[in-house]
């Protein structure tokens, strides 16, 4: 099968797209060439014990934090996570404004 448009990923059940957010207080922001992403359920996060950080593993395996998974979605990525693999980051511009969303193809689909 061919390269995927995010209009077809969109429209399958074997890809699940969660917005990123609280970039905008991470040292860097998400670029296309992240491709070591790990999402890491945050039980020290004073804010909210269902959290889900989003980081790039560096080269030299540090950890480079790129946000979090948005609230709406992380019941979702807990009942799913050991079936989530990172697939790609993708950005939408709207009234001067980045947004960050992840792709995960799950493993086994539902």
């Not at 998400?30 to 889900?52: L, Q």
Request: proline content about 3%; charged content about 30%; aromatic content about 10%.
């Amino acid at each position: 099968m061919g390269k995927l448009s995010i209009q077809n990923i969109l429209n399958r059940k074997d890809y699940l797209v969660v917005p990123l957010v609280g970039n905008k207080y991470c040292t860097r922001k998400p670029k296309k060439t992240d491709s070591n992403i790990k999402t890491i359920h945050d039980t020290n996060n004073k804010h909210d014990p269902d959290a889900y950080k989003v980081v790039s593993i560096e080269q030299n395996g540090s950890e480079c934090m790129l946000g979090y998974i948005i609230k709406d979605y992380t019941s979702k990525i807990k009942m799913l996570y050991d079936k989530l693999k990172f697939k790609n980051i993708i950005t939408k511009q709207e009234d001067h404004q980045t947004f960050y969303y992840i792709i995960y193809k799950m493993k086994d689909a539902f």
